[in-house]
């Protein structure tokens, strides 16, 4: 795919140029990283149908495999692409600001609490842009989590707020945060449903264990010291299934500098694009992971989730009984916890469903 470079915006014939010297961009969504975009892409080819907005992505996820294949896969694309290669908050601010100054739109949406988002919000609340944040109100309630601090930092700044539950909704009023707040449902159901229904063709190019349990790990608090990644180690050879681990480079890069290999039990592939990672979580058995969006898709799809954290932002998915905590501190075996979380009875997505449409209604209302 083609993505603008960064010096366009000055060419001629750039649609992104002739677009906002007609003045008619009124929107602008930023994303930066892997799971923004595809939480985003529904959303985004709606409001790309309206003529009035731009997607910028920041770059900062740049590798092949943690961006292109899923704006192909997802079938949108960014308008301009910053191409920062960093998550360095104040050289992504920075980078935005040189574009929002030049563009000035009314409204920036921004999603999550990544150091894309929320570079975003300050940088909306700079060039004084109606902010509005999609997946607002989450909370795991420590914020030694950096992206715990960011939610709050882009919820405090947000002018429209959008949880996705009314247990966020919640959160939210603890905070006192309680004008222009409403319930949209999360963004991830429809786009992982509908996804994961043409998965199904990453058959043929799987040869995969009759039984196998999927990983993913990629949080600082798991995975940037070395006494973390020895207990995840450890914990992953006392269970006796084979594992899949599509490996998030963060965490590939400190395996090799601390020099640790995975036991024969795991199958280590490079980062998954979103069909090929949609087919595996289908036909495991039980997901083991620390990603926020992957607990959300687990549910939705209906296969057990264990969480290796000690907090979890995803509080519904706990209270259904769908997931546990497991934090690779605990000195009992993972695997125990495994064996009972294979049976469990997921029958409820506590996210809703056709959340992108009812989101654009919200969304033409507030930038009418
Ligand atoms: C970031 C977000 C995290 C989110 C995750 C989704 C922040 C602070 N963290 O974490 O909330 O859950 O994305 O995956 O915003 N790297 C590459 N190629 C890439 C991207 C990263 O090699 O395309 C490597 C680099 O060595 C980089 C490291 O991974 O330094 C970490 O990347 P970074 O974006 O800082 O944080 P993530 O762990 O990806
Ligand atoms: N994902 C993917 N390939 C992988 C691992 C994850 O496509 O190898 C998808 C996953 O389905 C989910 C999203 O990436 O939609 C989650 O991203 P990540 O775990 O990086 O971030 P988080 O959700 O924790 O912010």
Redesign the pocket.
Same mark, same amino acid.
């Given at each position: 795919m083609i993505l603008y470079p960064r010096n366009t915006m000055n060419t001629p014939n750039n649609p992104l140029k002739m677009q906002v010297e007609k003045n008619l961009v009124d929107i602008v969504t930023i994303a930066g *990283?892997?799971?923004e975009i $595809?939480?985003l892409a529904d959303l985004v080819q709606l409001l790309d149908g309206q003529g009035n907005h731009a997607l910028i992505y920041t770059g900062q996820?740049y590798s092949d495999?943690?961006k292109s294949i +899923?704006f192909d896969e997802l079938k949108i694309k960014p308008d301009y692409d910053l191409r920062c290669d960093t998550s360095d908050i104040a050289t992504l601010k920075e980078n935005m600001l040189k574009f929002l100054r030049e563009i000035r739109p009314p409204h920036i949406l921004v999603y999550? /609490? *990544?150091n894309s988002s929320l570079a975003g919000a300050l940088a909306a609340k700079e060039v004084g842009s109606t902010l509005v944040h999609i997946e607002a109100g989450l909370r795991c309630f420590d914020l030694s989590v950096p !992206?715990e601090r960011a939610r709050i930092k882009i919820d405090s700044t947000s002018d429209y707020l959008f949880p996705p539950t009314e247990l966020a909704r919640t959160f939210l009023s603890y905070e006192e945060i309680e004008k222009n707040v409403t319930v949209t449902g999360n963004l &991830?159901v429809d786009?992982?449903r509908r996804l994961a229904k043409v998965a199904d063709e990453y058959g043929r190019h799987y040869d995969l264990p009759d039984k196998y349990l999927l990983l *993913?790990m990629?949080?600082q608090e798991n995975v940037d010291e070395r006494d973390r990644l020895e207990m995840l180690r450890k914990h992953l050879s006392g269970i006796d299934h084979k594992i899949i681990f599509? $490996?998030?480079p963060r965490t590939k890069n400190n395996l090799a500098h601390y020099g640790i290999t995975l036991p024969p039990n795991v199958i280590a $592939?490079?980062?998954? #694009?979103?069909l !090929? +990672?949609?087919y595996?979580?289908k036909n495991c058995r039980l997901v083991m *992971? /620390?990603?926020? #969006? &992957?607990? !959300? !898709?687990a549910i939705v799809l209906r296969r057990p989730c264990v969480t290796l954290r000690h907090v979890s932002e995803r509080w519904e998915t706990l209270l259904l009984k769908a997931n546990v905590l497991f934090p690779l501190h605990r000195r009992d075996p993972l695997s125990n916890v495994i064996e009972m979380m294979l049976d469990a009875k997921i029958d409820r997505n506590p996210y809703g469903e056709n959340v992108a449409g009812r989101m654009l209604q919200l969304i033409k209302q507030i930038t009418q």
């Open positions: *990283t892997r799971p $595809i939480k996820h495999n943690m +899923f999550g /609490d *990544t !992206e &991830v786009v992982c *993913t990629h949080r599509p $490996i998030h $592939i490079e980062p998954a #694009g979103y !090929e +990672f949609l595996l979580l *992971t /620390d990603s926020g #969006g &992957v607990q !959300e !898709e």
